[in-house]
């Protein structure tokens, strides 16, 4: 089992629709959470940085981290054709060094 | 504020030869990671660096590859006799060190042929 999950897609959506994408891991040391956008051939995008559990709010992206169950999600509204591209989830802890650790990435595709 | 630059962006070497890889932190941080990208899988962490130190090397082959993060100029990655299977994009990433964030450049692409 991967420490990390993410389901790989690819997610298919209508322009304007809200966009939803999830990862779950297994180790609960894990205290930062990002969510990174990498288009085709290009450096990872840092979109959101989150702290522990809770909810932060970025313009049209929202993030959730429940530590509880293991679970974040990433939202983005009123989804533009833009934002065509790979969602990376990823965690780590401050006593692993802040290494960071990968979901496999979520293919989104925004169809005008 | 300059982001992470790394250089090349692109690579070629035949199989044998030396790759060297130089990636230039963004300005104020002092912590460098490398990350590998194989075609199709996520991205892998490799090493973790601090100015002249090598914090955490798990992720990193234990033959050929090494790292190192110099007082003065870029972080190297360096892959020696390299093979096919060495084929994949290289990322860094620096952060201040106090917080997770982590900001990644646009990466190099080794091929090997």
């Known amino acids: 089992q991967k420490e990390v999950e993410q389901d790989p897609g690819p997610l298919s959506v209508p322009e304007g629709a809200i966009v939803s994408l999830n990862c779950t891991y297994s180790?609960?040391?894990?205290?930062?959470f990002m969510w990174y956008r990498q288009y085709s051939r290009k450096g990872p995008e840092l979109l959101m940085y989150?702290?522990?559990?809770g909810n932060k709010e970025d313009g049209r992206f929202t993030a959730q981290v429940d530590k509880s169950s293991k679970y974040i999600s990433l939202f983005i509204r009123d989804s533009q054709p833009s934002d065509s591209a790979t969602y990376l989830c990823?965690?780590?802890?401050?006593?692993?060094?802040?290494?960071?650790?990968f979901g496999g990435g979520t293919r989104v595709l925004v169809k005008p | 504020n300059a982001g992470v630059m790394q250089n090349p962006r692109h690579l070629v070497r035949r199989r044998g030869q030396e790759a060297r890889l130089r990636c230039s932190p963004m300005?104020?941080?002092?912590?460098v990671y490398w990350y590998r990208q194989l075609p199709e899988e996520g991205l892998k962490f490799m090493v973790y660096?601090?100015?002249?130190?090598?914090?955490?090397e798990s992720g990193m082959p234990k033959e050929r590859f090494s790292a190192e993060f110099p007082k003065e100029g870029p972080s190297i990655l360096r892959i020696q006799q390299v093979v096919r299977g060495d084929s994949a994009a290289y990322f860094c990433?620096?952060?201040?060190?106090?917080?997770?964030?982590?900001?990644f450049g646009q990466g190099t692409r080794l091929t090997v042929v």
């Open positions: 990433a620096s952060s201040p060190g106090v917080s997770g964030e982590a900001f």
């Open positions: 180790n609960s040391a894990f205290q930062y």
């Open positions: 989150t702290y522990s559990s």
């Open positions: 990823a965690m780590s802890a401050k006593a692993a060094g802040n290494k960071l650790t």
């Open positions: 300005k104020g941080h002092s912590h």
């Open positions: 660096l601090q100015k002249e130190n090598i914090i955490d």
